[in-house]
């Protein structure tokens, strides 16, 4: 690696695209090696939402191994795009933002930044909002009244007052770690390290019991009738599998500019992803698949669980020990990055504290309550939804660093307003058409996924694309550019 090609003097820095946080991180500082990036897809895969990913196909219709099956898959599916895009961040040290800078224009890279940075925000949201009911079934288990408050909010938001209180009290504490910034937050990312995969043993030692041991519990059948059933729902699973990490596939150079090398990265994602989030997701299907043997019916909520137990002291511990780890990864998972993708809008006016306000702001106003209301919103609404926005700009960004750059880059010219990234007035018009083509296939099934059509409209055929979206949108994106692009 040339490590040189990244210093710049101060006349290659245009202070409109370039600011400390965006910079190319250089050789010295290079300090991650294969048990960093192993290590930190550990952290990433150990939280309540991918628990909910796995327990949200028993609760779908899969068994205990189909459901396991279908997560291991939409990993190592989505590790391609992770180490391919991860390559760039290792090789010239630049963030995702400057990367996309490279096929969209020094300007248009902030369409893709800004697509990626909303749904951060959605899971910004969404952890904000198990962390904050985490705290209300504990405060209530104390204060019974909490849960019989008058409803101050419209019926159509679906949100009590109890849960909306201490989803803004948790909000606000998310918050005020941004406002002290990120070093504030390396204690409790050790703290999770170490309590929630222990929470999670427990749990699974619970089920175990619970549930008279693990041949009761995995011997539970599938709820599809037919193969045809079973397909009809594995595909679109399998897609939002995918889509669970399609926002870490793109931002992946955020994490890998600081690798001490190319195998570090490659390795250390490889041992990382797909073994931990397997793992973790048995453990999601192992207590779910319990809660129908000890509840009679099927429970996809782990805070759910956990409330109820008997002990006001276990559940009391559980709920805070929640709220702390989900805070832990809310702000290394969901701040970091889209603050980078905010501060690539304006970097002389928006520094991380900024970015992360705004991250906080859009996560309240995206209604995560209601995305996790039900494991169909959560699968068909949510991660397939956005998985047809991020596929086509990974397609986009993979076919112009490997087959039209050949791998290479001219990190300067990445920071300034001219030369080979600025296209025309800093957009590629041919990455925008090619990414608007590749959504269009897409919008048809999400209208008829919430709601707004009736499936008739567009035919049965067209609306099923959506089942598939971040794969069509992979690949028309890619082809559609590469053409494109043939020659320049």
């Not at 959605?122 to 008058?150: C, D, H, R, S």
């Not at 919430?450 to 499936?455: C, N, S």
Request: charged share 10%; hydrophobic share 50%.
């Amino acid at each position: 690696m040339n490590k040189t090609s990244q210093l710049m003097d101060d006349s290659e820095k245009d202070p409109a695209l370039y600011s400390e946080d965006l910079a190319p991180i250089i050789g010295t500082n290079r300090t991650w090696n294969t048990w960093n990036y192993a290590a930190l897809w550990i952290s990433m895969s150990l939280c309540i939402p991918t628990y909910m990913l796995a327990s949200s196909l028993i609760e779908g219709g899969m068994n205990w191994w189909e459901a396991i099956l279908t997560i291991f898959l939409g990993n190592a599916i989505v590790l391609i795009p992770m180490i391919l895009n991860g390559h760039a961040g290792a090789k010239f040290g630049i963030p995702f933002p400057v990367f996309a800078r490279a096929s969209f224009g020094v300007k248009g890279a902030n369409i893709p930044a800004i697509l990626r940075a909303i749904v951060a925000c959605g899971w910004f949201g969404i952890q904000t909002w198990i962390g904050g009911y985490a705290i209300y079934l504990m405060l209530k288990l104390w204060f019974p009244v909490l849960e019989n408050l008058p409803s101050i909010f419209p019926t159509s938001f679906g949100l009590q007052t109890g849960p909306a209180i201490t989803f803004i009290l948790f909000w606000l504490l998310n918050m005020y770690v941004v406002y002290l910034g990120v070093d504030s937050i390396k204690k409790l990312l050790v703290f999770k390290a170490f309590f929630l995969p222990a929470a999670a043993l427990a749990l699974l030692f619970w089920a175990i019991n619970a549930g008279h041991g693990l041949g009761p519990i995995l011997s539970q059948p599938s709820k599809f009738t037919n193969s045809a059933e079973f397909w009809k729902f594995f595909f679109p699973a399998l897609t939002g599998m995918v889509g669970f990490w399609a926002t870490l596939s793109l931002n992946i150079p955020d994490f890998t500019r600081y690798a001490k090398s190319q195998r570090a990265q490659i390795i250390g994602q490889s041992i990382g992803l797909a073994p931990s989030m397997t793992l973790f997701a048995f453990i999601g299907v192992v207590v779910t698949s319990a809660t129908v043997i000890v509840y009679g019916e099927t429970i996809w909520d782990p805070l759910e669980v956990a409330g109820k137990f008997e002990s006001k002291l276990l559940v009391s511990f559980a709920m805070i020990a929640v709220a702390i780890s989900t805070l832990a990864t809310n702000i290394a998972a969901n701040i970091v990055s889209p603050a980078n993708d905010f501060a690539n809008l304006s970097p002389a006016k928006i520094n991380f504290r900024t970015g992360g306000y705004i991250t906080g702001i859009i996560g309240i106003l995206i209604f995560p309550w209601k995305l996790i209301a039900d494991p169909n919103g959560y699968i068909f609404t949510w991660l397939i939804g956005y998985s047809s926005l991020l596929g086509p700009i990974g397609g986009i960004m993979i076919v112009d660093y490997y087959f039209i750059r050949k791998q290479q880059l001219q990190v300067n010219l990445l920071y300034q307003q001219h030369g080979e990234y600025y296209y025309r007035s800093g957009i590629n018009p041919k990455a925008i058409i090619a990414l608007i083509l590749a959504i269009v296939p897409n919008i048809p099934g999400f209208l008829v996924t919430i709601k707004v059509i009736d499936v008739s409209v567009f035919g049965e055929w067209v609306s099923h694309l959506y089942n598939y979206a971040w794969f069509v949108g992979f690949i028309v994106a890619g082809c559609i550019y590469g053409l494109l692009m043939k020659g320049k």
